[in-house]
Nanobody, 123 residues
């Protein structure tokens, strides 16, 4: 199974970015999908996650109301729309897939990972 992220970059505070993660080699609709992020010197944290059919989502408190996770099972792709970005959102963002029916929070619960995409928010 391969996960390939795209859409990262440099943006000014208050701006927006949309991350995409294309999944191949597996059965996408059977995966819970998550977007983790990791800033330098900090632990990896789950920013958002979505269940198999998109009917249930999870958001880190600090991104609620600004980030939206969605998925298109026909395109084997999960998205993370990030609005009102803040410098503290700067991190490498990783897409991850879990072979589980329910949203998982711990990184160890995810079976497949992308290579990561850098998001840098300047003040």
């Amino acid at each position: 199974v391969q996960l390939v992220e795209s859409g990262g970059g440099l943006v000014q505070a208050g701006g927006s970015l949309r991350l995409s993660c294309a999944v191949s080699g597996g059965i996408f609709e059977t995966y819970v999908m998550g977007w983790y992020r990791q800033a330098p010197g900090q632990e990896r944290e789950l920013a958002a996650a979505i269940n198999r059919n998109g009917g249930n989502t999870y958001y880190l408190d600090s991104v609620k109301g600004r980030f939206t996770i969605s998925r298109d099972n026909a395109k084997n792709t999960v998205y993370l729309q990030m609005n009102s970005l803040k410098p503290e959102d700067t991190a490498v963002y990783y897409c991850a897939a879990a072979m589980t029916p329910y949203i998982q929070l711990a990184p160890r619960s995810y079976d497949y990972w992308g290579q990561g995409t850098q998001v840098t928010v300047s003040s």
